[in-house]
């Protein structure tokens, strides 16, 4: 095992990114943040990445948030909690991405480590996963977007009573509450990953960034807001498609979804 506080391997189009501080429950560090920043700048730019999968080291967790050895220094680590510079901000560093991330959750989840799961494009999770927002009961307001994306995802009682109680939510509830989409034992969380970006890797990669950011441009503005973005966006890049373009790709998805039935028989 390497020292280094994040792991990069790719492999057949995926790059596979591993917080790897196991033996402080992966904490986010200032090394980690900044390790992170340089991994995903790289992958972003990568013409070789289609897509990635971020998890943790060992199955204790994913990440346990900010290392709490630096939020008691002398200089502290605090200010990382409202940094904007993607350097410094795991959650802007992932999101900056242009490529599906998969988030691979092997573990716990905490607080910071929270908001660095809800950055990725897609959850699933191991029976070991759980989540918990501490904020409250350490007294730091969040600064990395749970406040606001958590709401989005599982409706604003759900997210309030995380927030007020600071209560674990374990793999099951989170996917009966839709936070996560999959929830497997603990070898099968990176093999379900690969599973799925595998799938991701086969549609064209300039087309699947514009999509990605349609969907997250709509997602950060109101129904209507999203709708004006879908309709400008979707004008402008359809009357470049010619319907023969359309014909075959039809073609190949309908053969795909043949085999796919028969794999199913």
């Known amino acids: 095992m390497t020292d280094k506080p994040v792991l990069l391997d790719i492999e057949d189009g995926i790059a596979t990114v591993t917080l790897n501080r196991p033996e402080a429950m992966n904490a986010i560090s200032r090394a980690l943040r900044r390790r992170l920043f340089d991994v995903m700048t790289q992958v972003d730019s ?67 480590g929270f908001e660095v799961a809800l950055a990725c494009d897609v959850l699933i999770a191991s029976t070991n996963a759980r989540f918990a927002d501490t904020h409250a009961r350490v007294g ?76 997250d441009d709509g997602f950060a503005a109101s129904f209507a807001e999203g709708m004006a973005i879908e309709a400008q966006r979707s004008s402008a890049a359809n009357a470049q498609v010619s319907p023969r373009e359309v014909e075959a790709r039809r073609a190949e998805v309908q053969a795909r979804g043949r085999r796919n039935s028969g794999a199913a028989g």
């Open 140 to 215: 730091i307001v969040p600064g990395w977007g749970l406040s606001q994306k958590l709401s989005r995802m599982i409706g604003i009682s759900r997210a309030k009573e995380l927030a007020f109680t600071g209560n674990f939510l374990d793999a099951a509830t989170a996917h009966d509450w839709g936070l996560v989409n999959h929830v497997v034992e603990p070898g099968e969380l990176l093999p379900l990953a690969r599973r799925l970006v595998g799938d991701m890797t086969q549609i064209d990669p300039d087309f699947l960034a514009r999509y990605k950011a349609l969907i």
């Open 46 to 112: 990568d013409d070789r990445v289609r897509a990635v999968i971020l998890t943790g080291a060992g199955e204790r967790a994913f990440t346990a948030g900010l290392d709490l050895k630096e939020l008691g220094s002398e200089d502290g680590a605090l200010g990382s909690a409202n940094a904007t510079d993607p350097a410094d901000n795991p959650v802007k560093a992932i999101e900056m991405c242009r490529k599906p991330v998969i988030g691979a959750i092997n573990g716990v989840a905490i607080t910071g």
